[in-house]
């Protein structure tokens, strides 16, 4: 099974789980099903009980520039 590579993070706002489906305009077990499936990368933590995704990277999945499949 191929891993996705962690976004580089240039300094941008993260996305919580909740918003970054709704962004991506899928449901929260979805974007948890494609994250542990290694079809989108985890979530990095950004504190002792936060994870997201940086915006930046968000954004090149929907604009089809980020590979989302194994």
């Not at 891993?3 to 941008?12: D, H, I």
């Not at 929260?28 to 009980?49: E, F, N, Q, V, Y």
Request: with cysteine; aromatic share 6%.
């Amino acid at each position: 099974m191929s891993q996705t590579k962690p976004p580089v993070v240039t300094g941008n706002r993260f996305i919580r789980r909740k918003e970054a489906a709704k962004k991506l305009g899928i449901g929260i077990a979805t974007l948890d099903r494609w994250a542990s499936d290694g079809r989108i990368c985890k979530p990095l933590h950004i504190g002792p009980r936060a994870s997201g995704w940086p915006e930046s990277y968000l954004d090149s999945l929907i604009a089809g520039t980020t590979d989302t499949h194994k």
